[in-house]
């Protein structure tokens, strides 16, 4: 950029004002160039200051991400001491009473059946009364409800789920109003947003996302893929156990194998479908067993936190979609007593009428005495011991009734 030249190049002040004007050009896009220089400048201070900017907030987080990780990590780490004396002598129940825990705080329950036997009625039961709605107890064994709020991932058909779990809810909208189940409970519906054993970590994101400390996966095979690999399988239990970890509590829903033994019903643990992984990271398999449809199914705790309860007779009501104990005078074990109250009840007999079978297994027959001596500390029964002069086979300590015949052996 210049300026013409005078058309007079010999007149004086021609020159002297095209040299003026020069000076003054050269002087304007000096100083352009001056204050492209310094906002260029500026810019180039401006970019390395939201970049220092940037790297501290980046700075900050991971340093608070590694003295949260150090919190956990020592929220987990306990003396010798304090982990081994300083406990109670009953696991803390989420579902059950004293031993009789379905649910006990910090493991897994799963639940586990067929189809069409009650899996996701019995879980709408968890759920409502975990969420806080009366009654409070499923199956007669009171339900502690959430401090915060309940996710329920409906990957399982979840329409059917809908219709199912909606029948449980018909009172608590004119009780409790729509408001309230808004925040109480959060529902995930189709496949998560990720394989949870390819990504142990989603089911942890999934419930602080929605801030909930119960969760309910609904179910297992929609999950995760491949549950009868090991791999797949020790992949789940890394996500359960990471959520576990942080507090938050977990029922799972899943399959049993076709068929147990000699095609019956699966009566141990063995029955439960895929890898091992996933039964020996829950605290509680209780199986459901029945025909699809069927009104009264089974209930037995398959693997136990404390005390084993049942095996229960479950009575499902199609109408309202709740299911509740139902008292089978041939496995009321007061009731057996009651017929028998002359010679008494053994705990091989009474083994055999609440497994169904002819020759009960010793852990059977031990867990039947069990059951009656609970029924002993209770009142309903008294046990006799045998005879010492007679002795002899068949002779082993028996039970009589020690209630009025109005009375029934309670729910647990």
């Known amino acids: 950029m210049s300026v013409a030249p005078p058309e007079d190049p010999f007149s ?8 003026r004007q020069e000076e003054q050009l050269r002087a304007e896009v000096l100083a352009a160039r001056q204050r492209q220089r310094q906002a260029e400048e500026t810019e180039r201070q401006l970019t390395l200051l939201r970049a220092r900017h940037a790297a501290e907030q980046i700075f900050a987080e991971e340093q608070a991400a590694e003295a949260k990780a150090r919190a956990a990590d020592a929220a987990r780490v306990h003396d010798g001491a304090t982990f081994l004396l300083d406990l109670p002598p009953t696991p803390p129940a989420l579902w059950g009473t004293g031993a009789d825990i379905l649910w006990a705080r910090g493991e897994a329950l799963m639940i586990a ?17 975990v969420a806080g709605l009366p009654p409070g107890d499923v199956l007669g064994y009171p339900v502690e409800p959430c401090q915060q709020r309940v996710l329920y991932l409906a990957m399982d058909r979840p329409e059917q789920a809908r219709r199912n779990l909606a029948r449980m809810f018909t009172d608590a909208e004119a009780e409790f109003g729509r408001q309230y189940l808004s925040e109480i409970i959060r529902f995930w519906v189709g496949p998560p947003p990720c394989d949870l054993a390819a990504d142990p970590e989603g089911l942890l994101r ?33 996500a359960r156990q990471l959520a576990l970890a942080e507090g938050i509590q977990l029922v799972e829903l899943h399959h049993v194998v076709k068929n147990g033994a000699d095609g019956g019903k699966p009566n141990n643990i063995n029955g439960i479908y895929g890898s091992t992984w996933l039964t020996s990271g829950a605290g509680s398999v209780v199986l459901l067993w029945g025909e699809p449809g069927d009104p009264i199914v089974e209930l037995l705790h398959l693997k136990q936190p404390m005390n084993e309860v049942g095996p229960l007779k479950i009575r499902h009501n199609r109408e309202t979609g709740l299911a509740e104990v139902f008292h089978d005078p041939d496995t009321d074990v007061v009731a057996l007593a009651r017929r028998c109250s002359t010679t008494g009840l053994s705990a091989n007999e009474a083994a055999a009428c609440l497994y169904s079978v002819e020759k009960p297994t010793k852990a059977q027959i031990e867990k039947a005495r069990r059951r009656l001596d609970a029924l002993v500390a209770q009142g309903l029964l008294y046990a006799r011991d045998p005879d010492t002069e007679r002795g002899g086979r068949g002779h082993g300590r028996r039970w009589f009734p020690a209630a009025p015949a109005s009375w029934e052996e309670p729910d647990r």
Do not use: C
């Open 206 to 238: 999934l419930a602080r996302e929605h801030d909930a400390d119960v969760v309910f996966v609904d179910s297992l095979k929609d999950a995760a893929v491949g549950l009868a690999k090991d791999e797949v399988g020790a992949g789940y239990n890394r």
């Open 12 to 19: 004086p002040d021609e020159h002297e004002a095209w040299q």
């Open 113 to 129: 059946g067929p189809q069409g036997v009650g899996k996701t009625t019995l879980a709408g039961q968890l759920l409502r009364a």
